[in-house]
């Protein structure tokens, strides 16, 4: 018999603890509002702090908001940085629950639902036999409970094409759901929506990054007859699309890739690295006199500047460099586990790029959860509306992609803990002061590859097995 008489209970429904509070109402209220083929209609009550306490009771709300939280959470069993799911009993009723979600901070109070609905539930679900019944979690009282959680890497992003995407909604909702917590989206042309896709990323606690060309479209595959003259005109295309199209936007930063992506180093007897170098230091000082605290990402593939990284280290402090293709795997396309010789090469070319530039932004761009097909890749023909296609669209993509992830997958949880070795390696040498991101398409649900990598970037220190059972059980997780 379900039981019926539980109420949410919240501090504050505004922001992101909003969308937290909405979050908890429809996916533990779909468990519990409900008998199993009974025309009896229940809504579940949600109510600020102050009003009368249920039987059972859900506590949603920042810690220092909270008078009820703080009576069952002491100050220094909550993580400053990270969340705590407690579930206790309610101590006027011993049959009677109260679970308890906080933090210090709304994001991570979004996180610490997520965890009651993806990780508790799925790991304490009644046990039928061999049949487990997470439908049937709210038919007894739950599990005395308590986890915490703090992030090992204070940047966990996602790169990707914005024409990749078939609903920005879903896409964003599944980023919050894995604890994701800024998104790069390139485009040739700025999207008609993108004021709605900021709007809407923001209000889950998502920085939008908005990438552009800085050489990567117009330079690339014709840097050995590059005049000086064509840089100093793309330098004034770049500075005006800026000014005209990205700064009027409410953008969390500019991300941008210039003519790295090649295998040889040397152009014109001159190294890419100092080219390339000297471009950005050049264009982005032209930027920061226009706008002093703009946030610049550097996307810069490592193939060409490998023996030259002393170039690349002069690459003005301000700007944070986005490191790709730096390695085996997790840096490859290509998601088998990798040869030990080239894991070890991979680790000590990281080491390098950790300790390139004293302090400065650096984050490395993990390739092994995804790819588009280059061969038939399509490039935007104009401004379009990004990310509300059709349903019939995203069925089709969905499916042209379900045997890839399965492939990914497979890759995943043979090798999946070579990524946890080598986060634990990227997080002793640099304390997590480094931007984690996933790059590929995600569209169409939450993956056992993307969704296990932002797991450890999260609770890394939980060993690999522990974490891929966590993530392998959660509801959220796309299987078909």
Not at 133 to 158: A, N
Not at 196 to 202: G, L, N, V
Not at 360 to 385: E, N, T
Request: charged share 25%; hydrophobic share 40%.
């Amino acid at each position: 018999m379900k039981q019926t008489d539980w109420k949410i209970i919240y501090s504050s429904y505004e922001g992101v603890a909003k969308r937290a509070i909405q979050l908890l109402s429809r996916e533990a209220g779909g468990l519990i509002i409900r008998e199993p083929d009974v025309y009896s209609i229940y809504t579940l009550p949600v109510e600020k702090e102050g009003c009368e306490i249920s039987k059972n009771a859900f506590f949603v709300g920042l810690y220092a908001d909270s008078p009820t939280i703080r009576q069952f959470v002491k100050e220094d069993e909550l993580p400053e940085d990270g969340f705590i799911v407690r579930i206790t009993e309610n101590p006027n009723d011993p049959d009677g629950r109260f679970v308890i979600l906080s933090a210090h901070n709304e994001k991570e109070l979004y996180y610490a639902v997520v965890s009651f609905l993806d990780d508790y539930i799925p790991g304490y679900a009644p046990n039928h036999n061999p049949n487990y019944m997470p439908d049937l979690i709210f038919d007894s009282p739950l599990g005395i409970y308590s986890y915490t959680e703090r992030p090992s890497f204070e940047t966990r992003s996602v790169f990707t094409w914005g024409h990749s995407f078939n609903d920005y909604r879903a896409y964003i909702e599944n980023m919050a759901r894995m604890k994701l917590n800024e998104v790069i989206i390139w485009n040739d042309y700025l999207p008609l929506n993108i004021d709605d896709i900021i709007e809407y990323a923001h209000s889950f606690g998502i920085r939008v990054i908005l990438g552009y060309s800085w050489g990567w479209r117009e330079i690339s595959n014709k840097a050995e007859i590059i005049t000086d003259e064509e840089l100093t005109a793309l330098r004034e295309k770049i500075i005006s699309q800026y000014v005209n199209v990205y700064a009027k936007t409410n953008c969390d930063g500019i991300y941008f890739q210039s003519f790295t992506e090649r295998k040889d180093e040397i152009v014109n007897g001159k190294p890419i690295a100092r080219i390339v170098t000297e471009f950005v230091n050049e264009t982005s000082d032209a930027l920061f006199k226009l706008k002093p605290d703009l946030r610049l990402q550097f996307g810069l593939h490592a193939t060409s500047v490998k023996s030259w990284l002393s170039e690349i280290a002069k690459v003005d402090p301000r700007i944070e460099i986005l490191f790709e293709d730096c390695g085996a795997f997790p840096f490859s396309y290509i998601s088998a586990m990798p040869e030990e010789n080239a894991f070890r090469e991979t680790l000590d070319f990281v080491e390098k790029l950790l300790s390139l530039r004293d302090g400065a932004g650096v984050g490395l761009v993990f390739k092994s959860v995804m790819m588009l097909d280059w061969g038939r890749f399509a490039m935007q023909r104009g401004p379009y509306i990004m990310g509300d296609n059709s349903k019939r669209i995203a069925e089709h993509d969905r499916r042209i992609r379900a045997n890839s992830w399965r492939r990914y997958s497979a890759d995943w949880f043979v090798g999946g803990h070579k990524a946890h070795e080598l986060l634990t390696f990227i997080k002793e040498h640099s304390n997590g002061k480094v931007n984690i991101c996933l790059a590929g398409t995600f569209d169409g649900g939450i993956y056992l590859p993307e969704a296990l990598c932002a797991q450890m970037t999260r609770r890394l220190y939980e060993d690999f097995p522990t974490t891929l059972r966590r993530v392998t059980r959660r509801p959220s997780l796309t299987v078909d």
